[in-house]
Each structure stands twice: as structure tokens, then as C-alpha cells.
């Protein structure tokens, strides 16, 4: 406590320099969540609109390694060499996907539905167009997709109320010239071909989508891909995105078939956000080392100032230690008060930044600056803080504790 | 009467590469009660046998005997503690501590002492400044006194945790006739009216007539005849 007391006293009594070293001390705080609340902002924005756009969980019909033979199943053990091996021709799929699905939606916290994708070429007006067809079951496409949110005319209803019905990206109607109820035809790889009716054009944003994405209903893509009661994977959406990794694979290990979370997926794009963040980070922080630079200088040059009244406190009975407290403890207290204030003026600077609306270039609608609330930065702000201030008063409370009073003494009198 | 410090054969040679001898082979003892006066000839180590004698520096050979305790081998922090409950120190400078008022100056060994309570040691330091009479400045800061009642609080501070030793380095040193003729009459009556040994390092030969010995450092030596011009 007389440490504190004798503390507080030695900061008073050099007022400016004090204000100066806590000034650095607030605006590296505030720099610091202002910095990291935009970049994790725009980071989360950027995986909200990565989770959204994709499915948590893709289940193809594929495995990721060849399946074994039936000789290294039966003895895993031995050395087996099989030449002239010819892959057996099959229908394409997932086997009893029925039962699979069933599987899979009694997971709990999660949603599935089934979907056969296949290539087509799209004829109108003597113009051809590849395009990616996918068939699905609309009542189970709209818990898993965001594509009914992404219609900008027609509705999902109107597919399932019309079997030669399709929905087609905003692209390819503006390449063709398509509105709702505009016919055109379908050839699919196998030579199947029918003529289908837009019931739906939807927008997504990526506009290679838009041009080469076809939905329409599950039976007509397998009757048109000649692949009868087939579906090629299963996409899913779960109520906790961060799960995916763990949901695949067990559903990996539960039904057989390659499943593919969002974040196996994208994940050289999350290495890249983790790097910037790094980056970041060590960017802000070096705001809080500069800072405490200040908090250094101001602390030795009290340590010189009162080198007589050290030499007096330790020939009365004060330890080194302290001494030492005395000068960690004027840190701790220009860092703990420069963490309020800078943790307030952060706040404010976010909420300033959060305000802010801007129009993306090619964008017509505005929007806000994304901003990450978080409050693990808060701590780690502080905790920087508050770090970089004891280290910069260390140095000079540990050169306060180990002066000698008779050298002090001899001098002075 | 019981001896309360006791050097034997104390010696203390700075090191360098012309090494100095400050201090040479001392012995002496200092009893309860008693007032001592050190003189000597300036740069003879007066000073610097204080120090040693007040476990401020560490003899590079003999030993310094505390309250019946041999202080050899004690680490800087039992020296320190040593320091805070049997020693006082006044000094030619007053050292007071600029920010705190005069009454916190008092307080500060007691607090670091943690023996009192803090009611008991306001209690006792204003007794102390009372004694010494400066009690009526106890809420001024010590750049608003004088010379001689900063020099008569710092002998307060010195007093606070009941020391059984005074240690004074020139005490009068910085003071004014008057202040100096009452800061040694404070010296001396502690001595008598609450039995503290005092032993002061000084030039002013009219400590000696108030002491109850004399003892002349030469050359980092006890020189018996020596005489103060």
C-alpha cells in the first residue's frame, strides 16, 4: 500500500510526462481494437457469406482412397499384388441413398437433402450455353440452400408445381434474354432432351454462377441424365457451421462416401485469413511497443529524479523489491489506465467505423463497414497493454532496486 | 549497561585499481544510552564507519555486532530488515520525502514496519512530532519548513519504529547556529530522557562537549589524540 501510495505521488508530481506516456498508451489500445475489429469484422463477414453461399457439408459419390479388394480385406496383413485389375462399370451414385439420407438427417442439429448434378448444354434461339444441372426436391433444397433467399423472380414452389419447370441464374437470363415463363431447350450429356419452362431466376453474386448454374426438380434431372433413381451427393447445412469438420467425418465413417466440410474445402482461403491476422496483430501491436517506449522513458527519468529519496527509503528498512514494486507499480497504473481509457476510445472509434456506410464499386446498395464485437480482442488488447507497461517499467524498477544508498549518500552530503 | 554495537578489527577497502582504504582495523563498542560523537579531519572515513557501523555498506573484513547479533554473512535484505527495526538515520541533507506531508514522512518506516496499526502509528508519530515541536506542521509539506524543523522531523522519522540506535552523519551540518545548537540539545536529551544510544559523525567541536565520549578517526584509524582545530 505505501507502495501504491509512494507510486501514484511519483506520477502527480511530473503531470506531463505522465499525460503523454498514458496518450500513447490509449490511442495504441484504441488503434488496436479498432484495427482488429474491421479486419476480424471483414474476416467473419467474408466466412458468414463463404458458409452461406456453399454447403457446410458436401457428401459425394466418391471415396477418397480406391476401395480395397476383397484379398487385402480379408487379411490386411499380407503382401497381395493383383495384376490386370479392371474397375467394374457401374451407374454412377450413391447407392440407396434412401437409406443414407435417412442416416444422415438423424444426426442431431443438421439438415440433408439429396441432389443428382450433371452436365447439359442449353439451346435457345440457335445459342448454346453449358450449364451445370442439378435436380433437387425443393421442400428439402429450402433448409439446406440460401437459393430461395437469392430469387429474384419466380419462387421453389413454382418448380415443384411444374415438372418441366427450371430456375436459372440472373447471367445466362440476361445473356439469352430469358424472363419467367420463357421456354428453352435441354440436351444432356447422354443426348436426352426436353423442353423446359423458367420459373425461377435467382442472383448469387458470383457471376460465373449465374451463368452456368440450372436447378430443376430431381426427377426430371434424372430422367434427362439417364441416371433412374440416382443422386450423386448430399448437401447439407448444420446449426453450427464451426462443426462441419467433426459432422464430416463422422458421416464419413458412418456411410462410406468422401464428405467434404466447408472448411476442407476453403481452406487455403482460411490459412490466408489466419496469415493476415498474424500480420495484423503484429502490426497493432507494435503501436502498443512504441508506446510503451514512452512509459519507459518516463519511469527512468523518475527513477533519476528521485535517486535520493530510493537511497533514503532503503537506509530506513525499504527491501529492493520494494523499491522495485514502487516503479512496476507506476507502470501498472499508467498501463491499467491507459487500457480503460483506450479499451473506451476503441469502443467509440468502432462504433464511428460501424457507422460508416460505403457502396462497393459496381454495388448499388450500401453497406456498413463490418465490425467484429468480440471480446477476446478487448482482453488481448488490455492484456498487451498492460504487458508492454510492466516490461517497460521493469527495467528501470529493477535499476531503482539495485542502487546502493551509500553511493547516493557519499554524493550527496 | 549493555552494549548495543560492536565492531571488531572493521575494515572496508573500495576496490579499483588503486584500491582505497576507507576504514582500518576498527574497534569500538557503543552501549545503551550512550551519546558518541565521531570526529576527525575531512576524508579521514568518519562517514564511512557510520555506514559500516549502520549496516549501510558491508566491511570487506571484520564484523559489525547489532543488539548482540553478529551481522557477517546477513544478505542484503536481513541487513535491510535489520536496518528497519533497530536503526535510525539522520542525515546532513534532511531527505525527506518531497511529495508526502510531513506526517506521512513520519509514517513511512512505521507502515513498512507494519508493527502498528494505523491509528497507533498516526497516535505515536504525532507524539514524536510533538516531542520534537513540529507537531503543528504535520499537514505541510517539507518544502514549506525550515531548515532546522525539516532537520527535527527527520529526526521524528529516524525515531519512528523505536530504534535502539541514532546513527546522525553531520546533522548539523546544513543548520543555521541556533537550529544547530537545538538539534544537538535533541540528540543529546534522546539520549537521557528515552535511552536511545545516539552516536553522530560531526565537525562542530560543541557535540563533543554534550557527549559522553569522543571518539577521532585519522586516516580510517581510532586516533585518541587527535584534537579538532
Redesign the interface.
Known amino acids: ?2 507502495a501504491l ?2 507510486a501514484f ?2 506520477l ?2 511530473r503531470k506531463r510526462q505522465t499525460a503523454v506516456s498514458l496518450i500513447g498508451v490509449v490511442l495504441g489500445v484504441a488503434f488496436f481494437l479498432a484495427v482488429s475489429a474491421l479486419m476480424r469484422g471483414s474476416e467473419k463477414d467474408f466466412i458468414v457469406r463463404l458458409i452461406d453461399n456453399s454447403p457446410h457439408i458436401t457428401v459425394s459419390d466418391e471415396y477418397r482412397s480406391a476401395r480395397l479388394q476383397p484379398v487385402n480385406q480379408q487379411w490386411p496383413q499380407a503382401l497381395a499384388e493383383i495384376r490386370g485389375l479392371k474397375p467394374q462399370t457401374e451407374t454412377r451414385g450413391i447407392r440407396g441413398w434412401r437409406a443414407k439420407q435417412a442416416l444422415i438427417a438423424a444426426l442431431p442439429g443438421l439438415r440433408v437433402a439429396p441432389v443428382l448434378t450433371g452436365s447439359a448444354v442449353l439451346v435457345f434461339a440457335g445459342q448454346q450455353q453449358g450449364v451445370s444441372l442439378s435436380g433437387i426436391i425443393p421442400a428439402q433444397m429450402r433448409g439446406v440452400s440460401t437459393i430461395e433467399d437469392k430469387l429474384i423472380a419466380g419462387t421453389l414452389d413454382q418448380l415443384s408445381a411444374n415438372s418441366n419447370g427450371v430456375i436459372i441464374g440472373a447471367g445466362l437470363a440476361d445473356k439469352f434474354k430469358l424472363r419467367l415463363g420463357s421456354t428453352l431447350s435441354v440436351i444432356a450429356a447422354g443426348g436426352a432432351n426436353r423442353t423446359l419452362t423458367v420459373v425461377g431466376i435467382f442472383r448469387s453474386g458470383n457471376a460465373s454462377y449465374d451463368e452456368s448454374q440450372t436447378y430443376v426438380l430431381l426427377k426430371r434431372a434424372q430422367l434427362l441424365l439417364d441416371r433412374p433413381d440416382r443422386v450423386n451427393r448430399f448437401i447439407l447445412k448444420l446449426d453450427d457451421a464451426n462443426s462441419a469438420r467433426a459432422v464430416a467425418s463422422r458421416i464419413e465413417a458412418q456411410i462410406g462416401y468422401k464428405s467434404v466440410s466447408w472448411a476442407e474445402a476453403s481452406e487455403d482461403i482460411l490459412n490466408v485469413l489466419f496469415v493476415r491476422n498474424v500480420i495484423m496483430y503484429s502490426v497493432v501491436s507494435a503501436i502498443l511497443v512504441v508506446a510503451s517506449f514512452g512509459i519507459y522513458n518516463t519511469i527512468s527519468t523518475i527513477v533519476m529524479e528521485k535517486t ?2 530510493i ?12 523499491i522495485k514494486r514502487i516503479f512496476l507499480l507506476e507502470g501498472l497504473i499508467v498501463g491499467a489506465i491507459g487500457s480503460v481509457l483506450g479499451l473506451l476510445c476503441g469502443l467509440g472509434l468502432m462504433r464511428l467505423l460501424a457507422s460508416i456506410q460505403i457502396r462497393p464499386p459496381g454495388g448499388t446498395e450500401t453497406v456498413n463497414l463490418p465490425i467484429w464485437w468480440g471480446s477476446e480482442q478487448f482482453l488481448m488488447a488490455a492484456a498487451f497493454a498492460l504487458a508492454s507497461c510492466l516490461l517497460a517499467a521493469w527495467l528501470p524498477a529493477r535499476k531503482a532496486g539495485r542502487l546502493h ?2 553511493d547516493i ?2 554524493g ?2 | 549497561m549493555s552494549t548495543v554495537l560492536r565492531a571488531r578489527q572493521l575494515t572496508r577497502i573500495l576496490p579499483g585499481e588503486v584500491p582505497t582504504t576507507l576504514v582500518r582495523g576498527i574497534d569500538l563498542s557503543i552501549e545503551a544510552g550512550e551519546f558518541v560523537c565521531i570526529m576527525g579531519p575531512s576524508g579521514s572515513g568518519k562517514s564511512s564507519l557510520l555506514y559500516l557501523l549502520g549496516l549501510l555498506d558491508v566491511p570487506s573484513s571484520g564484523t559489525v555486532e547489532l543488539d548482540g547479533v553478529n551481522t557477517q554473512g546477513f544478505s542484503d535484505d536481513q541487513l535491510t530488515s535489520a536496518r528497519l527495526a533497530k536503526l535510525g538515520f539522520v542525515f546532513q541533507f534532511h531527505f525527506l520525502l518531497a511529495e508526502f506531508t510531513v506526517l506521512d514522512n513520519v509514517l513511512l518506516p512505521m507502515r513498512r514496519l507494519g508493527k502498528l496499526g494505523d491509528s497507533q502509528a498516526r497516535a505515536r508519530a504525532t507524539e514524536l512530532l510533538a516531542r520534537l515541536d513540529v507537531a503543528e506542521h504535520a499537514h505541510k509539506h517539507p518544502s514549506q519548513l525550515s531548515g532546522g524543523q525539516r532537520q527535527r522531523v527527520a529526526i521524528a522519522r529516524a525515531l519512528a519504529n523505536d530504534p535502539l540506535v541514532l546513527l546522525a552523519d553531520e546533522p548539523t551540518g546544513n543548520l543555521d547556529t541556533a537550529s544547530s545548537s537545538n538539534v544537538r540539545q535533541i540528540l543529546h536529551d534522546l539520549t537521557r530522557e528515552m535511552g536511545k544510544s545516539v552516536l553522530a559523525v560531526t565537525h562542530d567541536p560543541r557535540f563533543a562537549a554534550l557527549a559522553d565520549r569522543r571518539i577521532n578517526v585519522v586516516d580510517g584509524q581510532l586516533d585518541p589524540d587527535w584534537q579538532p582545530v
Open positions: 500500500m505505501i501510495g509512494i505521488t511519483h502527480t508530481s535520493r529519496d537511497a533514503i527509503l532503503k537506509s530506513m528498512g525499504f527491501l529492493a523489491a520494494d544508498p551509500v549518500l557519499r550527496a552530503t
